[in-house]
């Protein structure tokens, strides 16, 4: 029996489109670009030969369009985890669920997912400036603990003995962290050798949960020392951002491929930014749109 979505379930607006996103099944290509801010939605389309549509509904503006012959769907999600579960739930549903019947659909669609962002280096290897892929994410966010199946794509010795450095328990610090890898396919095709591949903590804040310190002191005031020290069979941390894990960890459990390329805005260990980054990252949103 094919599964049915009723439409509590899976909401869908009166014109076809889907509930948040605003976009309709025929808008969608099988790559996906997905950047955090809104504004860089018309930086990547700024590289297409030709625009098929443009929506835009809360933080989610979307443009489908044409780079070098490939068609390319570009979504901001806005800034979170709690964005990410919208956007892949909402995306995987535009691609295999039949929006008239309103069940699955028989032949399985895989989408190709490369997230384009920007983060904070932690380590002598991640100056301002770095493209930083992740090749493992660590999510501080809980998301993928509300689906069945994590245990099953989650490295659970990794996830052990990050805790256990950490020294978290009960409710410090919690919920207690997942680690989960991109798709090594598209990692090897876009970081190439000329980015640098690391495990990226996605966490469910800017400021607390990166180890920022403004008037409210931390759980742990060790956390970004420990973070940064913290070594598993080679692995090293190199990057704080806030999507990559639930990007990772969605597309495993629905069987896309994901990947998040950053670049690093902030080095946490110098305690240096650069805020004047819109020049760079287009240089590394030309390298995406080339390999993808
Ligand atoms: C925080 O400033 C935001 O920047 C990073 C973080 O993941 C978070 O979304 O990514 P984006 O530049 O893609 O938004
Ligand atoms: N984005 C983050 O999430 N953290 C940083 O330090 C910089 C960008």
Not at 221 to 231: G, L, S, V
Request: glycine share 8%; hydrophobic share 40%; aromatic share 8%.
């Amino acid at each position: 029996m094919k599964k049915y979505f009723p439409s509590s379930e899976l909401i869908i607006n009166e014109d076809g489109s889907v509930f948040h996103l605003h976009v309709k099944p025929e808008w969608l290509a099988d790559k996906v670009i997905l950047v955090g801010d809104p504004g860089r939605v018309a930086l990547v389309a700024s590289h297409f030969e030709n625009k098929e549509c443009e929506v835009e509904s809360r933080e989610f503006k979307t443009i489908t369009g044409t780079y070098k012959g490939k068609r390319i769907t570009v979504v901001s999600t806005g800034i979170g985890c709690d964005n990410i579960d919208i956007v892949m739930n909402e995306l995987d549903a535009l691609a295999n669920i039949d929006f008239n019947t309103r069940e699955e659909k028989d032949d399985f669609r895989q989408l190709e997912l490369v997230r384009i962002g920007t983060c904070g280096g932690l380590q002598p290897n991640t100056p301002v400036g770095t493209f930083v892929c992740s090749q493992k994410s660590i999510g501080f966010d809980g998301l993928l603990n509300f689906y069945a199946g994590r245990n099953e794509v989650c490295d659970l010795p990794f996830e052990r003995a990050f805790l256990n450095h950490m020294g978290w328990s009960g409710n410090m610090c919690a919920p207690a962290p997942y680690v989960i890898d991109a798709s090594e396919e598209l990692i090897d095709r876009i970081a190439k050798d000329d980015m640098v591949r690391g495990v990226t903590i996605a966490a469910g804040g800017f400021f607390g949960p990166q180890g920022r310190e403004l008037r409210v002191p931390l759980a742990d005031p060790k956390q970004n020392d420990k973070i940064e020290a913290f070594e598993y069979k080679g692995f090293r941390i190199t990057n704080f951002e806030m999507e990559s894990s639930a990007l990772a960890g969605l597309s495993r459990l629905m069987g896309h491929k994901a990947m998040t390329v950053c670049m690093v805005i902030a080095n946490r260990l110098i305690k240096e930014a650069n805020t004047g980054y819109k020049n760079t990252i287009d240089t590394l949103i030309k390298t995406v749109l080339d390999r993808i």
